[in-house]
């Protein structure tokens, strides 16, 4: 017996939402649109952020170059197992900002080309300009290959936010009025102030509310790869971006895909939503922390038989404390996996010392929190990418292929 995942009810609220934004091939073709370099930094500008990103690319100018650490160490790719490197917590404009001055003063690291941002799509963020340059010094001047943002269901948002999907759907949400015109999903399980354990929970029709966040972001600033961290905000995100080819998603580690058992389970939601050229909107799966190097192996060669196209599985090689055991470090594991000839991309959420803020209290804070605190978060990236930098270089010293982001390549 075959029990389908999504009824028809909730097809046709999902349809529904998305024909209010337009359909799939507008909402396509507004994301490439707001994708453009140069519109981009001409709305960064009316925004106040030009300044910014002129000195951002500057930076850019010192950083250091792949061809070079190779040519002075010998490096020759040798072995099967790509490395794609990757680093968390790139939180909004400003620290980002601060991170690229400090790598650029460094002169010796090569830079990431998967960024990750766990930073609440508040209206302010999304429409003020800050999201908008965060993705232009992100993609457009770093060439960094993805940049994910986070949607975090418990987000207060203006309740006339709530009302239109609410009017668009059919569905009804429960809220709390917040102040200030803003109003927030009601909670029940314990965690942070945006949903327990940075998401989780999404109760009942809530799905809608994640959907609608990510459309109206994508919109506005071109984002394009989203965090996903539910079993049915995933199943929802797999039907409605069936027709939407230029937007992905990224299933977080908090969706606790510890073993091989839950990674069949999410094969099982891919496959039911597939798009019509066979592709799964899904571009990269979270292996958790609990997972051993036999166990990510193995996942990756059930992924590999499973017929699906290419889906990337990435590994934690060290966490801020508040977010697993202390002390944890997988970077021998990964060396395990990459050399039994296995893909990984090897994701930074600490440099593995204590640092202020170097927890989850960061992705957690208002906006005016974190731009006053723009250097302290920014000093937590840089030594992420320091950490990053030496584990890759490591990688291609054994003879792997690994991935940084354009900037670090000299053409």
């Known amino acids: 017996m075959h029990f389908k995942l ?42 106040e952020f030009g300044e910014m990103l002129e000195k951002a690319v500057g930076y850019t100018k010192n950083f250091a170059k792949v061809e070079d650490f190779v040519e002075k160490n010998g490096i020759a790719v040798t072995k099967p197992g790509i ?20 790598i650029a003063e460094n002169g010796g690291v090569l ?21 908008l340059s965060t993705l232009t010094m ?19 948002l203006p ?37 327990n354990l940075g998401g989780v929970e999404v109760g009942n029709n809530n799905h809608l509310i994640y959907l609608d966040g990510i459309t109206r ?5 071109g984002a394009n790869f989203f965090l996903n961290p539910s079993w049915s905000t995933i199943v929802a995100a797999c039907y409605y971006a069936r027709e939407i080819p230029n937007l992905s998603f990224k299933i977080s580690m908090l969706l606790s895909t510890q073993n091989a058992i839950q990674l069949r389970m999410l094969l099982n939601i891919f496959k039911e939503y597939l798009r019509s050229d066979g592709t799964t909107p899904i571009y990269e799966i979270n292996i ?31 966490i801020n404390p508040d977010l697993g055991m202390a002390d944890f470090n997988w970077t021998e594991s990964a060396f395990k996996v990459l050399d039994a000839g296995k893909d990984l991309t090897i994701k930074y959420e600490s440099d593995g010392e204590s640092r202020p803020y170097d927890t989850m209290e960061a992705y957690f804070l208002s906006d005016e929190e974190r731009n006053e605190k723009a250097e302290l ?3 937590v990236i840089y030594h992420k990418c320091i950490r990053c930098d030496k584990d890759a270089k490591e990688i291609m010293r054994k003879g792997h292929e690994t991935k940084f982001a354009r900037v670090s390549y000299r053409k």
């Open 6 to 47: 999504l009824s028809d009810k909730d097809l046709k609220a999902i349809d529904a939402l998305l024909d209010s934004y337009g359909g799939a091939k507008e909402i396509s073709e507004k994301i490439e649109s707001m994708r453009d370099y140069e519109t981009r930094k001409r709305i960064a500008g009316e925004k």
């Open 111 to 131: 830079f990431p080309t998967e960024m990750i941002s766990v930073v609440a799509l508040t209206e302010n963020y999304v429409y003020s300009g800050d999201l």
């Open 377 to 379: 978060i920014g000093d």
């Open 217 to 221: 972001a994508a919109l506005a600033t």
């Open 159 to 195: 309740e006339e936010r709530f009302a239109r999907v609410e009017k668009v759907t059919g569905e009804k949400f429960e809220r709390k009025d917040v102040g200030n015109g803003l109003s927030q999903v009601i909670l029940k399980n314990m965690g942070t102030a945006f949903g």
């Open 288 to 318: 958790g922390n609990a997972a051993t190097a036999g166990t990510f192996i193995q996942c990756f060669d059930e992924l590999e038989a499973s017929g699906l196209p290419k889906i990337y599985l990435a590994a934690h090689i060290r």
């Open 83 to 102: 490395c794609t490197t990757q680093v968390s917590g790139f939180q909004a404009a400003r620290p980002t900002f601060d991170c690229l001055k400090r």
């Open 138 to 156: 992100a993609e457009n001047i770093l060439g960094a290959s993805k940049f994910c943002s986070a949607n975090l269901i418990g987000t207060p």
